[in-house]
């Protein structure tokens, strides 16, 4: 019922447990397998393992009665469980649709309680690493649409994707005032606005809000 490919998958198979079972080994921490073949087999969905997307972590598609989950596979072992079992999240949302009057807002309440759900059992010292526990419990409080909206986590998971070498500042840390460049343009920092920065184009003086996560390079002034 899945595929384990690096790019859009030609053909969906039936895999046995035992395949199924190998091939999240390569991708999620092992303590974690069997909990999530037993959420496979609660409620089967095909699955893929993605190329690099700049757009999103995972994706999650309900279409001609069944379920498609994928996660990129550039992701780290812990970046890649949190947005599989956020995909997972959504299919049971989908499971329990016809429960509803309307359907649930992509990320509302129900998407929340499945995703606090189902992440429980895994916020243990031996899935996660103690510092990614520090930030992902409060994070899992209340979680938002996508955890690269949490600048705090998204630190703490780069960590461990040593193959992605960070160049850069983060926005977040970066002082007011400070000029940077950011995509071949040139920005003076404003204020911070939650979770993103407002910014000055120096050369325009439009303003722009900018992710507080993105990295920039800081101008010598």
Known sequence: MFGFLNKK?????????EAFRKGF???????????????????????????????????????????????????NPYSFLITLIHEIAHQRVRESQKLF????????????????????????????????????????????ASSTKDPALVKVLSRYS??????????????????????????KRIQNRRTRILVECVNTRKRYTIPGIALVELEDR
């Open 9 to 17: 998958p030609r053909a969906v198979r039936q895999p046995d447990g």
């Open 162 to 187: 040593p193959e992605k070498v960070i160049k850069g500042t983060y926005l977040s840390e970066v002082a007011d005032g400070k000029i940077f460049n950011f995509n071949g343009r040139q920005f």
């Open 25 to 75: 080994s390569q991708h999620i921490p092992e303590a974690a397998v069997e909990y999530v073949m037993g959420l496979w087999r609660e409620h089967p969905f095909n699955f893929t393992v993605a190329g690099s997307r700049k757009t999103c972590l995972g994706n999650y598609m309900y279409k001609n009665g069944r379920h498609f989950i994928s996660v990129n596979g550039d992701s």
């Open 101 to 144: 009057r309307q359907a649930p807002a992509p990320h509302g309440h129900e998407w929340k309680f499945h995703f606090k759900t189902l992440m429980a059992p895994l916020l243990h010292p031996y899935i996660f690493p103690e510092d990614i526990l520090q930030v992902l419990v409060p994070h899992m409080q209340n979680p938002a």
